[in-house]
């Protein structure tokens, strides 16, 4: 769907304070991958990713989420009893139920008549957001709509690397298990405003999604884990991608030299290099974070659209292509007019 009056009025991130790099996390399994035979380094060498971010000791999806949600709000200048949606989109949650959106809602004093649930999509989860919110914006159901992510990776690392280093620890197991070890924590979240109330705030059009779920088997995660085939992961990955961009360019008008950022979903090097080549993206138009962060969920996309403008690389006018693909599989592609 593409939207006429939905603008983007508030956005922020905020990056998890504690830093482990590759280099510790290979230090810490040398045994398993002496005994294994393991000599690649595939973090660094193959992912590119030499670090990741992760929260102090006690911090919980809500906690992080709440962050992001308080600055957001102050970048969009409103008040919290003018939000009428509140999208919780974590993959990391506090509990089964209630729902983290329940708890982010109550840590921000919304009103009792701002609706909030959780959509759950794995790294998709925060356009899909993005979209219902619009949606309701667009038929003037509601005003304001405030959409979150905070992703904490800790347990996931901790439970992880505790099976990596069992004496009987098999090379499949291992190497299906890696992917955890690119995961990374952090917190986003972004205010939609009907485009009236947010004069001269960049707008968003909306786009389009497609689904190829017959591979849902390919990545399984958990909280305390993640089981990924990652070689047909990215082989699928791409084809639905490039199927996406089709309908996109269709969709959106899009011409690939004419857009001014891309705005790509954070996996690692290989993913990164593979979808940029497939869809003909400059990669001067990619700011890539994997490197320092890691894979940080559906927060990715919004990380890395409040970091471009954070820089100053987003001027008045530009065309930003954001490009998020989930588990699943699941491709939504969309656009912002800075």
Not at 136 to 142: H, K
Not at 287 to 316: C, D, Q, W
Request: aromatic share 4%; glycine share 10%.
């Amino acid at each position: 769907m593409l939207f006429q009056h939905v603008a983007i009025a508030g956005l922020a991130h905020i990056d998890a304070p504690r830093r482990l790099s590759s280099a510790e996390i290979n230090a810490r399994l040398k045994p398993t991958l002496d005994r294994l035979g393991i000599k690649t380094d595939v973090l660094q060498d193959v992912a590119g990713i030499h670090a990741r971010h992760l929260w102090n000791e006690g911090m919980l999806a809500s906690d992080a989420a709440t962050l992001a949600g308080v600055k957001a709000l102050a970048d969009a200048g409103i008040d919290p009893d003018k939000v009428g949606l509140l999208v919780n989109t974590s993959v990391s949650r506090d509990y089964l139920e209630p729902s983290t959106a329940s708890i982010v809602s109550g840590n921000l004093g919304l009103g009792d008549e701002c609706q909030n649930f959780d959509v759950a999509n794995a790294c998709l989860a925060f356009l899909n957001g993005m979209d219902i919110a619009s949606r309701m914006i667009e038929r003037g159901e509601i005003d304001y709509a405030l959409v979150v992510d905070g992703e904490t990776a800790d347990l996931a690392y901790e439970k992880t690397l505790e099976r990596m280093m069992r004496a009987d620890s098999t090379e499949e197991a291992f190497r299906n298990e890696l992917a955890t070890l690119t995961l990374g924590s952090g917190a986003a979240a972004m205010v939609l405003a009907r485009a009236e109330l947010a004069p001269g705030a960049p707008r968003y059009r909306g786009g389009v999604t497609r689904a190829a779920t017959q591979w849902n088997k390919l990545c399984r995660g958990n909280l305390d884990g993640m089981v990924t085939d990652t070689r047909t992961l990215l082989i699928e990955g791409v084809k639905l991608a490039q199927k996406t961009f089709v309908a996109a360019r269709q969709a959106l008008g899009w011409v690939v030299e004419e857009m001014d950022e891309f705005v790509i979903h954070q996996v690692s090097k290989v993913h990164t290099a593979a979808f940029t080549k497939a869809m003909g993206i400059d990669p001067k138009k990619v700011l890539t974070i994997f490197g320092e962060h890691g894979n940080i969920g559906p927060a990715s996309v919004p990380i890395v659209l409040s970091k471009l403008r954070e820089l100053g690389r987003l001027k008045k006018g530009d065309r930003i292509a954001l490009l998020g693909i989930g588990s699943g599989l699941n491709c939504s592609m969309a656009e912002v007019v800075w």
